[in-house]
């Protein structure tokens, strides 16, 4: 499977399937795909000791890597083979303490395309809908020069 062929939805739905391994980052900050469509990237991440603040709380970068993360995911899904992207402006609001041991569900969906950007928001919530970080993000369209 050679991935540089492939769309950014193609290699998304491959690492969702398991074709595709996660990357590294998602051992780090433990997430995996649950769902991809065109515009729209779904994960399930889960805080643990690894990630626990001197406070005893779970530190906020571990909401912001997932919001980077899925929101990033979400524009990639919209790009063509041979196109990257990269994250130029993201904002995180961290709206409750990110419990610890619980598998949460982040969403991130593309409102907003052009040639050289990208926006997504995104949300990571509980299975009963309780939002703890909501985020926007602007993705750079990197394109191949033409030759």
Do not use: W
Request: net charge neutral; proline share 4%; hydrophobic share 45%.
């Amino acid at each position: 499977m050679n991935i540089a062929n492939m769309t950014g939805l193609e290699l998304m739905q491959a690492v969702a399937r398991g074709d595709v391994p996660h990357p590294n980052m998602a051992i780090t900050i433990p997430m995996k795909f649950v769902s991809v469509e065109k515009g729209v990237a779904i994960f399930e991440a889960t805080a643990d000791d690894r990630h626990i603040n001197p406070l005893g709380g779970v530190h906020g970068g571990f909401a912001a890597t997932v919001m980077d993360s899925v929101t990033g995911c979400a524009v990639h899904s919209m790009l063509d083979a041979g196109v990257g992207y990269g994250t130029i402006d993201l904002n995180v609001k961290m709206l409750k303490a990110v419990p610890k041991n619980t598998s949460l569900k982040a969403e991130g969906r593309v409102i907003s395309m052009s040639n050289s950007l990208g926006v997504s928001q995104g949300k990571l919530v509980d299975e009963t809908g309780k939002v703890y970080a909501y985020a926007s993000a602007t993705c750079m369209i990197m394109r191949p020069k033409a030759s």
